[in-house]
C-alpha cells in the first residue's frame, strides 16, 4: 500500500483545492523554490497519518493549520490522502476488497476535527489501528527523519537500532498495547478492590444482619404456634367454667321458679285490696253529692238570670233586622236615581264632543288659512324682487346666468369623454389582438394548472377518506405515557405493601402434579373486606391469630400442602367442609340490640365481606365475638346471662362473660387490616389503569397504518400545494396573464367612460332646456309683473278676512264645557246612601255577634250546672 494522490483544501499555504499526483511506489522528492510549499506537502500527510506532536509539523495548536488561520475567509483545512491497495497481501485487515483507499482529515475553525475513511466517518482509534496493521505510525520517534538529525541516526548505538527496527517492523505497536492493557488492568483493579472492599464492608454485614432477622423470625414464628398451642389450652379452660356457669344457671332458674310462685300469691292479696279501695271511693262519692247539693242551687239561679237576658238580647237583633231591610230599599231607589242621571250625563257628553269636534275643524281652517296668507305674501315679495316666485332665493338673470355656465361645463365634459373612449377602443383592440396570439400558450397553461389541482383535490379526498384525525396519535400516545407513569406508580406501591405484607403471603409448592391451586382459597386476612374502618382494631383483635389461617376446600387439599406442599412455616389450615361453626344465635343478637341498642353492639361477621364459598370460614373466625362501640356496651353484653358472648370494644379491649377483662395500649392496632385495605385498593385500581392501557395499546396498533398513510398523503398533499402555488404565481407572471388583465381593465375603463358619457349627454340636454325655460320666463315676467301683483294683492286681502270671521267664532267654543258642570253632584249622594247602608250590616253584624256571645255563656253555664255533681 502506498500514497497515489494528495489532495489539499484550506491547508496551510494552500487556500484553494490542489491535487498532487504521479508518487512512485518506492521512492519520491519533492522540489521547488523556497515558500513554494515543499514542506507543507510533507505535514499534510503527517497530519492525515494522526500526528500528536504538532512542534514536527511547525504549529503549536490545530488552527494554525488552517490556511491564515482562518482570517481569509476560509474557515476549515482538509486533507485527502488516497493510498493505492492493489497488493492484497500488504493491505490492512478489513480493507482487502478495496482497490484504494481514501482517507480524509478534516478540522474547523472553533469546531470539530473528525475522519473519512472511504468518505463515511471514522473515529480516530480505527485510522490509527488502520495505519497500524501496515506498521505505520506516524508518532514513533524515528518515523519522520528531519534535516540535521541523519548524522544522529548514523551514530546510534546498537539499543536504538534496535528500537528504530522495531518501530520499523511494526513490533513496537504491540509493546505499546500491551503498556496501554496493563495500564487498563491497573484501573480495572482499582475498581475491583473497591467492590471488594463494598463487600466486605457493607453487603457481607448486611446480609449477616439479614440472617439473625431470620432467626429472630423463625423464633417468633414458634413463639407464635406455642401461643397458639396455649390459646387453645385457654379456649378448653373456658369452655369448663362455661359448664360451670351453666350448672350455676340452672340453680339460679329454679330459685327464680320459687320466687314467681311467691309473686303469685302477693298478686291475690294486692286483688282483695283493690276492691276494698273501690268500695270506699263510692262511699265517699255518695257523700261528696250531699254536699254540692247547694252549689246546684245557686247555678240554676244563674242560668235563670242569663235567659232572661237572652230573650231581651233576641228582640233587640229582630229590631235591627227591620232597620235594615228599610235602609237597603232606601239605597235601592238612590241607585236608580244615579242611573238616571248618567243616561242625562251621556246625552250631555256626546253633545260635548260634537262641539270639540267643530271647534278642532275651525282650528285647522284657521291654520291653513294662516299658512296661504304666508305663502301669498312671500310670492308677493318674490315678484317684487325679479324672482318667478317666492321660494327662489335668486332672480331669474341669475339663474339664467349660471344655467348657461352649466351648459358650457357639461360640453367640455362631454369632448373629453369622447376622446377617452376612442383612445380606449383603439387600445383594447390592439391588446386583444396580442391577446390571441397568445391564446395557445395560455391553453396549456390553463390545462396543466386544471391537472394540478386535480390532483391536489384527489390527495385530498384520499386524506378525508382515511379514519383518522390529526394529532389522534399524539393525544393517544400522551394518554399512554400518562398511564404508564400512574401504573409503575402503583406497582410500586403494591410491591411495598407486598413486602411490608410478607407474613400474610401464603407460597406453596404444587403438591402434586397439575394440581388445582383454586382448591386453596388463600390467608384469612386477605380473604375479607372491612365494611366499617373504624372496626379494624376490634376485628383484629377478635380474630386474633385465626387471621393466618389458611382456608381450602377440603381436607385431604390441606394434608397434601403440609406433606408435599414445600411450606416454608408453620401454618394452621382450615378444610371448608370440615369446620364447626359457633355462629352466636339470632336470640343472643336481638337481645343484644335490645340491651345496649341498635348500633352499638354487632356480631363481628357482619362487618366484614367475604365470598359465599368461604362463608363456613368467616363464621369460624368472626362468629363467635361482637364488636362493641363503648366499653359500657361491651361489658353488659358479655356479663348478661342471656346473652354471655365475648365482646370487643373498637380501641381492642376484649370482655370474656368468664370475667376475663384483656386490654391497655395497642400501637399499630388495625395496621394489618387497613394496609390489606389499602393493598386491595391499589391493586384493583392497577387493573383498571392496567385495562385501559391496554386499550389505548390496541387504538395505537389499530391507528398505526393509517396515521402512517394520512401523513404521507399530508406530505404529498403540502408538496403538491406549494407547486401548485407557485405554478400559479408563475402564470400570474407570463404575458397572456398580463394581456387578460390589462384587457379586462380597459374594457371596465371603457364601459364606465360611456355610461359617464350618457350622464353627461342627459346632464347637457337638462341644462339646455332648463335656459331655455328661463328665457321665456324672463320675457313672460317682464309682461304680466303688474297684473300678477294685483291678484295677489287681492288674494292676500281675502284670506285675512276669513281668517279673522274663523278666529271669531273659535273664540266661543273654549266656555262650552261649563254647562255641563252640576252633573257631578249626583255621586255623593249615592255614596251617601251606600255608607249609610254599611254602617246598618256592620251594626247589624255586632248585634249578631253579641247574641251569639250570649248564646254561648248560656250554654256553658248549663254544661257547669250539668257536671257540677263532678266538681271536689
Not at 471514522?122 to 538529525?149: C, D, K, W, Y
Not at 351453666?246 to 286483688?271: F, H, I, P, W, Y
Not at 233576641?314 to 231591610?325: F, K, P, V
Request: with cysteine.
Amino acid at each position: 500500500m502506498y500514497i497515489k494522490e494528495i489532495c489539499l483544501e484550506g491547508f496551510k499555504s494552500y487556500a484553494t483545492r490542489t491535487v498532487v499526483s504521479g508518487f512512485d511506489p518506492y521512492f519520491n522528492a519533492i522540489t521547488g523554490l523556497n515558500g513554494s510549499g515543499k514542506s507543507n506537502i510533507l505535514d499534510s500527510i503527517c497530519f492525515v497519518l494522526g500526528i500528536t506532536n504538532l512542534q514536527q509539523v511547525r504549529a503549536t495548536n490545530l488552527q494554525e493549520l488552517v490556511y491564515k488561520q482562518g482570517q481569509a475567509g476560509i474557515t476549515k483545512a482538509t486533507v485527502s490522502i488516497v493510498f493505492d491497495n492493489s497488493d492484497r497481501s500488504r493491505s490492512p485487515l478489513g480493507y482487502e476488497d478495496c482497490p484504494e483507499i481514501t482517507v480524509t482529515r478534516q478540522i474547523v475553525v472553533g469546531g470539530r476535527n473528525k475522519y473519512l475513511i472511504n468518505g463515511h466517518l471514522a473515529q480516530p482509534s480505527r485510522v490509527q489501528t488502520l495505519f497500524h496493521s501496515v506498521q505505520l505510525n506516524v508518532n514513533n520517534p524515528h518515523f519522520l527523519i528531519m534535516q540535521g538529525r541523519i548524522t544522529k541516526v548514523l551514530n546510534m548505538k546498537p539499543p536504538e537500532i534496535l528500537s528504530m527496527l522495531e518501530e520499523a517492523a511494526g513490533t513496537r505497536m504491540y509493546e505499546m498495547k500491551k503498556e496501554s492493557a496493563l495500564k487498563t488492568l491497573e484501573k480495572k483493579q482499582s475498581k475491583v478492590d473497591e467492590i471488594n472492599k463494598l463487600l466486605d464492608q457493607e453487603i457481607l454485614p448486611a446480609l449477616e444482619k439479614l440472617r439473625k432477622e431470620r432467626m429472630q423470625y423463625m423464633q417468633w414464628a414458634n413463639g407464635n404456634a406455642e401461643l397458639d398451642r396455649l390459646r387453645r389450652f385457654c379456649i378448653a379452660y373456658e369452655f369448663v367454667q362455661a359448664e360451670k356457669v351453666r350448672d350455676s344457671a340452672v340453680n339460679e332458674v329454679g330459685q327464680m321458679r320459687m320466687k314467681t310462685a311467691e309473686l303469685d300469691d302477693c298478686t291475690q292479696r294486692l286483688k282483695c285490696g283493690i276492691q276494698e279501695m273501690e268500695e270506699k271511693i263510692s262511699i265517699l262519692t255518695a257523700e261528696k253529692e250531699a254536699k254540692v247539693g247547694g252549689v246546684m242551687k245557686a247555678l240554676s239561679e244563674k242560668v235563670d238570670a242569663l235567659s232572661r237576658s237572652l230573650v231581651k238580647e233576641t228582640s233587640a237583633l229582630n229590631n235591627q233586622e227591620e232597620s235594615l231591610n228599610s235602609e237597603k230599599k232606601s239605597v235601592q231607589k238612590v241607585i236608580k236615581s244615579i242611573e238616571d242621571t248618567k243616561r242625562s250625563l251621556a246625552e250631555r257628553d256626546s253633545a260635548v264632543k260634537r262641539s270639540e269636534d267643530d271647534a278642532a275643524d275651525l282650528k285647522k281652517r284657521v291654520e291653513d288659512l294662516s299658512k296661504n296668507l304666508d305663502e301669498c305674501e312671500r310670492e308677493y315679495q318674490g315678484v317684487l324682487a325679479g324672482k318667478s316666485s317666492g321660494d327662489e332665493e335668486k332672480c331669474l338673470e341669475d339663474q339664467l346666468r349660471d344655467a348657461k355656465a352649466e351648459v358650457g361645463n357639461a360640453e367640455s365634459e362631454q369632448k373629453q369623454l369622447k376622446t377617452k373612449i376612442s383612445h380606449s377602443e383603439k387600445e383594447l383592440k390592439e391588446k386583444k389582438g396580442q391577446l390571441v396570439s397568445k391564446c395557445d400558450e395560455a391553453a396549456a397553461v390553463e390545462n396543466e394548472l386544471n391537472a394540478r389541482k386535480k390532483d391536489l383535490d384527489a390527495l385530498k379526498a384520499a386524506m378525508e377518506s382515511i379514519t383518522y384525525q390529526e394529532g389522534q396519535m399524539e393525544a393517544l400516545q400522551k394518554d399512554r405515557s400518562v398511564e404508564l407513569e400512574v401504573i409503575q406508580k402503583l406497582k410500586d406501591e403494591v410491591r411495598i405493601l407486598s413486602g411490608q405484607l410478607a407474613n400474610v403471603q401464603f407460597n406453596y409448592r404444587d403438591p402434586v402434579k397439575n394440581f388445582d391451586r383454586s382448591k386453596v382459597k388463600g390467608v384469612v386476612a386477605k380473604l375479607i373486606k372491612v365494611k366499617d374502618s373504624s372496626a379494624m382494631t376490634a376485628l383484629e383483635v377478635a380474630a386474633g391469630g385465626k387471621l393466618f389461617n389458611v382456608v381450602v376446600d377440603t381436607e385431604n387439599t390441606g394434608k397434601q400442602l403440609l406433606q408435599n406442599g414445600d411450606l416454608q412455616r408453620r401454618v394452621t389450615i382450615v378444610p371448608l367442609n370440615k369446620i364447626q361453626t359457633n355462629t352466636v344465635p339470632l336470640r343472643a343478637q336481638q337481645a343484644a340490640v335490645r340491651l345496649v341498642g341498635e348500633g352499638n353492639a354487632q356480631l363481628a361477621l357482619l362487618l366484614v365481606g367475604y365470598d359465599d364459598e368461604v362463608k363456613n370460614a368467616m363464621a369460624y373466625v368472626f362468629g363467635s365475638t361482637f364488636v362493641c362501640r363503648s366499653t359500657d356496651a361491651a361489658k353488659e353484653v358479655a356479663f348478661n346471662r342471656d346473652i354471655s358472648t365475648p365482646s370487643v370494644t373498637l380501641e381492642g379491649d376484649i370482655f370474656q362473660p368468664s370475667g376475663l377483662l384483656t386490654g391497655g395500649s395497642r400501637k399499630g392496632g388495625g395496621e394489618l387490616l387497613r394496609q390489606l385495605h389499602t393493598l386491595a385498593e391499589a391493586e384493583s385500581e392497577l387493573c383498571i389503569h392496567q385495562r385501559k392501557f391496554s386499550e389505548i395499546e390496541d387504538k395505537i396498533a389499530m391507528l398505526l397504518p393509517l396515521q402512517k398513510k394520512y401523513m404521507h398523503l399530508k406530505s404529498q398533499y403540502e408538496l403538491k400545494s406549494y407547486d401548485l402555488s407557485l405554478f400559479q404565481s408563475r402564470a400570474e407572471q407570463n404575458e397572456h396573464h398580463k394581456l387578460g388583465e390589462l384587457v379586462r381593465r380597459i374594457e371596465q375603463e371603457l364601459e364606465e367612460a360611456k355610461l359617464k358619457a350618457k350622464e353627461k349627454q342627459l346632464h347637457y340636454e337638462k341644462c339646455v332646456s332648463t335656459v331655455s325655460a328661463l328665457e321665456i320666463s324672463i320675457k313672460e315676467h317682464s309682461n304680466h309683473r303688474e297684473s300678477r301683483l294685483k291678484d295677489l294683492d287681492k288674494k292676500i286681502k281675502t284670506l285675512k278676512s276669513d281668517m279673522q270671521s274663523a278666529s271669531k267664532h273659535l273664540k266661543f267654543y273654549p266656555s262650552i264645557g261649563l254647562s255641563f258642570g252640576p252633573h257631578s253632584h249626583c255621586s255623593p249622594n249615592r255614596h251617601e246612601a251606600v255608607n249609610s247602608d254599611s254602617a246598618g250590616s256592620s251594626n247589624l253584624s255586632m248585634e249578631k255577634g253579641d247574641h251569639k256571645k250570649q248564646e254561648a255563656y248560656h250554654k256553658g253555664m248549663s254544661l257547669d250546672t250539668q257536671a257540677g255533681v263532678m266538681v271536689p
